[in-house]
């Protein structure tokens, strides 16, 4: 079985297919590690909020001891533990779930790309989710979705990339992140803050503003 040099680090490649890992209830079970890693990276890296180990488990089918210790794992080979080079992003743990973030050492690097050396237009998608969360921020990817009728993943993620968008907060209930917009919107609109944005009642049939700011 092929493996780079972290995971050769980090995992016994010889006894792979006879690895087991004993679950909550004591049952011991026969397990790929290699490939349980992999899994639990590749949702990681596309999930737009933090994951539970509980819930990539039940994604994954498998067992939850075992899915901690892939984490951990992974924490390790991104921190460069044991030798292996340490990467430009990080698992972290936030809201009661795991994320992949850029190390905050890395943030003007990527900040200087996504605005100078990336200046791509905005999709008609993204403007019309960027205007919901200037109006209704904080705000929700889910109430966002809610709002627009149609899955916001993707979109979210290039208004975070292009740091028109930031993360607020967590819920600490639900676990859901609460994004609003940052300094280089109000920049790009040439605004001095959020109360300049234009009422939008007079656009409505209703003339209910339901999209204003607070005292807007």
């Not at 994951?51 to 067992?63: E, H, I, M």
């Amino acid at each position: 079985m092929e493996t780079n040099t972290a995971e050769t680090n980090l995992i016994d490649t010889d006894t792979i297919d006879n690895d087991t890992i004993e679950t909550d209830t004591g049952v011991t079970v026969a397990t790929s590690v290699i490939h349980l890693e992999r899994s639990v990276e590749a949702i990681l890296m596309v999930a737009d909020e933090p994951q539970s180990v509980v819930s990539l488990a039940t994604a994954l089918g498998a067992p939850v001891p075992a899915v901690r210790q892939s984490i951990e794992r992974l924490v390790a080979n991104y921190d460069g533990d044991e030798g292996a080079t340490r990467r430009g992003f990080e698992l972290r743990e936030v809201g009661g779930g795991w994320r992949v973030y850029v190390r905050p050492e890395h943030d003007d690097a990527v900040r200087d790309f996504v605005l100078t050396q990336n200046p791509t237009r905005l999709s008609q998608a993204a403007l019309e989710t960027l205007a919901v969360i200037a109006y209704k921020q904080p705000i929700s990817r889910g109430a966002v979705a809610s709002i627009r009728a149609v899955n916001v993943d993707s979109v979210v993620r290039t208004l975070l990339g292009r740091g028109l968008i930031t993360e607020a907060f967590t819920d600490s209930e639900t676990g859901a992140i609460h994004y609003e917009t940052t300094d280089i919107l109000l920049v790009q609109l040439g605004i001095n803050s959020l109360d300049e944005l234009p009422h939008i009642s007079p656009l409505l049939d209703d003339g209910a503003d339901g999209f204003s700011t607070a005292g807007a």
